[in-house]
């Protein structure tokens, strides 16, 4: 059974730094485009970013390019998101998603995690 654990959330001032997780199981990790979304309260779920296959096939939010990072780490069967330089706006419940086509890109259906809480205030 596929299943999607992030963690890594918490509070943190502006300007700082949060990596998060997204461990996967019941799927390679290698496989599948893994992507980044997060919702703030009051607000639709958007797309942070996401890592497609192979790991060269990167796409990134305007809000975000520049500050945020994909990794993969296939024997961890992990996904990692380094958020750099937050403000306040990037505060919202983050969410690893597994794209369900077999094509590798970040496009389509997905299977998501259960979020982890993201928090910027001073």
Known sequence: QLQLVESGG?????????????????????????????QAPGQEREGV????????????ADSVKGR?????DNAQKS??????????ED???YYCAAYRSASGYCDGPVDWGQGTQVTVSS
């Open 68 to 72: 945020f990072t994909n990794s993969r």
């Open 10 to 38: 918490g509070l943190v001032q502006p300007g700082g730094s949060l990596r998060l997780s997204c461990a996967a199981s019941g799927f390679a990790v290698d496989k599948k485009a893994i992507g980044w979304f997060r």
């Open 49 to 60: 970013s996401c890592v497609g296959v192979p790991d060269v096939h990167q796409w990134y």
């Open 91 to 93: 505060t919202a419940v």
């Open 79 to 88: 996904v990692y998101l380094q958020m750099n330089s937050l403000q306040p």
